[in-house]
């Protein structure tokens, strides 16, 4: 299975890098998250439990991420099992700007078996795609909540200080730094509580959302049917 596609977020593309980078950004926006642990450097395990018909069921995996180039892509690498099938995949994320905003490309292909690979293409090709929107725009309102949290940081340090606004300091230049020493990366597990992830509930409202977004004359054929059946049993 390939799938690619973009999103637009009215959002810097540092903000966008900066939570795409954030595992407790991420536990929040992946649909039915219940776990995430780091288990090394940018590489995580998680529990997933996807209430969608089509790809059903409880799934645990692993993701690796490389290639960082930091603040523009990375290359991303999955592997995944569930009691319905496993996935392996490879991926790659994009950021560029456009303006005031930022558009984040993603592309890949996976490898999928087990009974979910009966599901059919255009059935497993259509819930990707829909739990990718959802995760996407769940990210968009975490940046936004992000940024007003520093905002809101931002104003009670002034106030503190009696201080109209913060004066960014000037850059300071430094010519030569030494080379990092290996960072020993812990282990930690990152849980969702109850009513703070991407619910089954809001995936599946964001898909009808999505839906009429795309077909924006779809109600009104809807309730000229309605209209047309209550006259008809009237007049019946």
Not at 65 to 81: T, W
Not at 207 to 235: C, H, K, N, Q, S
Request: charged residues 25%; proline residues 5%.
């Amino acid at each position: 299975m390939r799938i690619a596609g973009n999103y637009t977020f009215e959002a810097t593309r540092e903000e966008v890098w900066s939570a795409l980078n954030d595992p407790e950004v991420l536990a929040r926006t992946i649909p039915g998250c219940q776990r995430l642990e780091v288990v090394g450097e940018n590489e995580y395990e998680s529990t997933l439990k996807i209430g969608m018909q089509a790809v059903r069921g409880t799934y645990t995996g692993r993701v690796r991420i490389d290639n960082i180039v930091s603040p523009e892509s990375y290359d991303i690498h999955v592997d995944g099992k569930g009691s319905n099938g496993f996935l392996k995949g490879a991926g790659t994320v994009k950021l560029r700007t456009d303006g005031a905003q930022t558009i984040l490309d993603y592309g890949g292909e996976a490898v999928i078996g087990g009974t979910i690979a009966n599901v059919g293409q255009r059935l497993l090709d259509g819930a990707a795609r829909s739990l990718i929107s959802q995760s996407l725009k769940a990210l968009a309102e975490q940046i936004e909540a992000r940024r007003l949290h520093e905002q809101q940081h931002q104003a009670e340090v002034a106030a503190a200080l009696g201080a109209p606004r913060i004066v960014p300091e000037a850059p300071v230049t430094i010519e030569a730094v030494p080379a990092p020493l290996p960072v020993e990366v812990t282990r930690r597990t990152i849980t969702v509580p109850e009513g703070q992830g991407l619910s089954e509930a809001a995936v599946a409202r964001g898909m009808v959302e999505d839906f009429f977004t795309r077909r924006p004359w779809l109600p009104w054929i809807l309730v000229a049917f309605l209209l047309g059946y209550i006259l008809g049993r009237r007049r019946a």
